[in-house]
């Protein structure tokens, strides 16, 4: 009994690090190609064009930018409560929570830009938001290492 019940929360919790990972990879994929989303938009003139980049964007915060964000978030909890103790203590989670927090500002600014392009009110250029669509991956190559070499 004890053995099955050890198999059931050691694969449990494998299989929760897994669709972790695998909810993390679909926020970065939105994270990624919403500010290229915002390039072309800042770059176009015609308002046909302009819509239809209205509508990637809203589609894609809202239908997978937004839930990967917090499937990631309950499940990284999820993980976080089984241990308390190990994780809070540990200086490379510490580095870590960091990351994602500076992540999660990343994403409710892409919804601000989104809600500007939104009512055409944007007045950044197209290279303001190439240098912006960088950040996401030093926050990704940065939290990644911390978790899975945990060199703190
Ligand atoms: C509030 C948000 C998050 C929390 C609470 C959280 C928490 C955790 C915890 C507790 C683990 C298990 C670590 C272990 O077993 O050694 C984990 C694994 C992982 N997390 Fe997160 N995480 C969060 C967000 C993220 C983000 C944004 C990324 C991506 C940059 C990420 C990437 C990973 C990876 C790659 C693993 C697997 C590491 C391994 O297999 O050794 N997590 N996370």
């Known amino acids: 009994m004890a053995g099955l019940l050890k198999h059931i929360l050691v694969d449990g ?10 909810a993390v990879v679909c926020w970065f994929a939105a994270l990624f190609y919403l500010p290229r989303l915002f390039v072309y ?14 509508i990637m964007e809203r589609k894609l915060y809202r239908g997978i930018g937004t839930p990967s964000m917090i499937v990631s978030v309950v499940l990284g909890v999820g993980m976080l409560v089984t241990s308390p103790d190990y994780f809070l203590s540990a200086g490379w989670f510490h580095l870590k929570m960091l990351l994602v927090a500076l992540l999660i500002a990343y994403h409710f600014c892409c919804f601000y830009f989104l809600k500007q392009f939104q009512a055409d009110r944007n007045t950044r250029s197209h290279v303001f938001y190439r240098w912006f669509n960088e950040a996401p991956v030093l926050i990704l190559i940065g939290a990644v290492i911390m978790v899975v070499v945990k060199p703190l």
Do not use: N, P, S
Request: hydrophobic share 45%; glycine share 4%; charged share 30%.
């Open 41 to 54: 938009h800042a770059m176009t003139e015609d308002q046909a064009g302009r819509e239809r980049f209205k």
């Open 13 to 22: 919790y494998l299989w929760i690090k897994a669709f972790h990972v695998i």
